[in-house]
């Protein structure tokens, strides 16, 4: 049984050098539609701006409002096979309702009951947790539980077996990050089921067998490797971050001019293999602005999310502007531009795309 072909839908600009419409021409358009083709010469101010024209908007989600609404959640909906996670995503007002943040980025808050357990999966997607407040829960990657509490990033690689436990007597909420919507335009990904039982593990250890092994700056060891194109380090903890970040501003207070901007400081997290991406499509980071601080506006190709993690300011993406607070999420679209302002200090975490866009040679910044 054959399938007729949905039609192609041939539209004209009003460009002065589109061909006068005569009935000629549009017995030829029909004709295209019926052969599922499409002139370029109709749609080329769409295919090819003069710079980057993302679908997606700039977008504020406010984290008192996420909060409790992941916690009736946690009341109404269970955790299990099928459904997985508790995870809400969010979904940016210019993407037509899909699950995404950003063309390419996909972003949640995911809330876990005290004593639940989120099964065993593994998917090809490369994912991450940010903590934003509390602990109790750990997520066990392969057989290593690896603690979270507030400020921690632990990226998690695609591919490898995971899940979450809450043995504490306290609900836990976190973001996720993942390459979700990239992979799915690309139709490139694989999802497993693990098995039903989670690890009989009772008590998340003070350090994760990837940190005893890979958590040692500036030390690389030369016995235990397993090959991997992402980092194998489960967790990059906040007191590293922060005595990182409190570090440069102190050099800027002391007379050590600052080589960016000043009272911006801000740190990458990094694979401790090679130096470079924690993941193969998503570029994490944390900045900070001591009080009083105003960055340059600036724009770049590629998409971002960033996550107030404490403090107080103004964000502007292209001509939207927001005062944000602790938790609150925001997205900058491709080519957007983008300047804060702190008040009395501003913490952010950051991921991006940027890889993606480098491998490509198709990455692109301009500053004010």
Same mark, same amino acid.
């Not at 101010?45 to 409002?65: C, F, I, Q, T, Y």
């Not at 995870?87 to 876990?112: D, H, M, S």
């Not at 005595?243 to 400081?265: D, F, K, R, W, Y």
């Given at each position: 049984m054959t399938s007729t072909p949905s039609p192609v839908h041939v539209q004209a600009t009003d460009a002065d050098d589109q061909p006068e419409?005569?009935?000629?021409?549009?017995? @030829?358009?029909? $004709?295209?539609?019926?052969?599922? +083709? *499409? %002139?370029?010469?109709t749609e080329i101010g769409d295919l090819m701006p003069v710079?980057?024209?993302?679908?997606?908007?700039?977008?504020?989600?406010?984290?008192?409002?996420? @909060?409790?609404? $992941?916690?009736?959640?946690?009341? +109404? *909906? %269970?955790?299990?096979?099928?459904?997985?996670?508790?995870?809400?995503?969010?979904?940016?007002?210019?993407?037509?309702?899909?699950?995404?943040?950003?063309?390419?980025?996909?972003?949640?808050?995911?809330?876990?009951?005290?004593?639940?357990?989120?099964?065993?999966?593994?998917h090809t997607q490369h994912a991450f947790r940010?903590?934003?407040?509390?602990?109790?829960?750990?997520?066990v990657v392969n057989g290593d539980p690896v603690a979270m509490r507030r400020g921690d990033f632990l990226p998690q690689a695609g591919w490898n077996w995971h899940s979450h436990r809450n043995l504490s007597d306290q609900p836990m909420a976190w973001i996720d990050g993942l390459d979700i919507p990239f992979q799915h335009y690309t139709g490139s990904t694989f999802f497993e089921f693990g098995p039903e039982e989670t690890d009989e593990i009772r008590e998340a250890p003070p350090r994760s067998y990837s940190e005893?092994?890979?958590g040692h700056p500036g030390l690389r060891p030369l016995t235990h490797l397993r090959p991997t194109p992402s980092t194998p380090l489960l967790a990059y903890?906040?007191?590293?971050?922060?005595?990182a970040l409190s570090g440069q501003l102190t050099l800027e207070?002391?007379?050590?001019?600052?080589?960016?901007?000043?009272g911006h400081a801000a740190v990458r997290y990094t694979n401790p293999t090679t130096g470079g991406d924690v993941l193969p499509t998503v570029r994490t980071e944390f900045h900070r602005l001591a009080p009083g601080t105003e960055t340059a506006t600036q724009q770049e190709v590629g998409s971002s999310v960033f996550q107030v993690f404490q403090g107080t300011g103004q964000v502007t993406v292209g001509d939207t502007s927001w005062t944000v607070e602790q938790g609150d999420l925001f997205v900058v679209p491709s080519w957007q531009p983008l300047s804060m302002t702190s008040e009395h200090g501003l913490d952010l975490f950051r991921f991006s795309d940027a890889p993606i866009f480098e491998h490509l040679h198709l990455d692109r910044g301009d500053q004010a």
């Amino acid at each position: 049984m054959t399938s007729t072909p949905s039609p192609v839908h041939v539209q004209a600009t009003d460009a002065d050098d589109q061909p006068e419409p005569t009935a000629e021409l549009e017995a @030829l358009y029909q $004709a295209f539609e019926s052969e599922l +083709l *499409v %002139p370029l010469w109709t749609e080329i101010g769409d295919l090819m701006p003069v710079e980057p024209k993302s679908a997606a908007l700039p977008h504020l989600w406010r984290w008192r409002n996420l @909060l409790p609404m $992941a916690a009736q959640a946690g009341a +109404l *909906v %269970p955790v299990g096979r099928g459904g997985e996670r508790r995870a809400i995503a969010l979904a940016n007002p210019g993407l037509a309702g899909r699950p995404f943040a950003t063309p390419t980025l996909w972003a949640a808050i995911q809330y876990l009951n005290p004593g639940e357990d989120a099964p065993i999966h593994r998917h090809t997607q490369h994912a991450f947790r940010f903590v934003i407040e509390g602990e109790g829960v750990w997520t066990v990657v392969n057989g290593d539980p690896v603690a979270m509490r507030r400020g921690d990033f632990l990226p998690q690689a695609g591919w490898n077996w995971h899940s979450h436990r809450n043995l504490s007597d306290q609900p836990m909420a976190w973001i996720d990050g993942l390459d979700i919507p990239f992979q799915h335009y690309t139709g490139s990904t694989f999802f497993e089921f693990g098995p039903e039982e989670t690890d009989e593990i009772r008590e998340a250890p003070p350090r994760s067998y990837s940190e005893r092994l890979w958590g040692h700056p500036g030390l690389r060891p030369l016995t235990h490797l397993r090959p991997t194109p992402s980092t194998p380090l489960l967790a990059y903890r906040w007191e590293h971050t922060d005595c990182a970040l409190s570090g440069q501003l102190t050099l800027e207070a002391e007379g050590h001019p600052a080589t960016v901007e000043p009272g911006h400081a801000a740190v990458r997290y990094t694979n401790p293999t090679t130096g470079g991406d924690v993941l193969p499509t998503v570029r994490t980071e944390f900045h900070r602005l001591a009080p009083g601080t105003e960055t340059a506006t600036q724009q770049e190709v590629g998409s971002s999310v960033f996550q107030v993690f404490q403090g107080t300011g103004q964000v502007t993406v292209g001509d939207t502007s927001w005062t944000v607070e602790q938790g609150d999420l925001f997205v900058v679209p491709s080519w957007q531009p983008l300047s804060m302002t702190s008040e009395h200090g501003l913490d952010l975490f950051r991921f991006s795309d940027a890889p993606i866009f480098e491998h490509l040679h198709l990455d692109r910044g301009d500053q004010a």
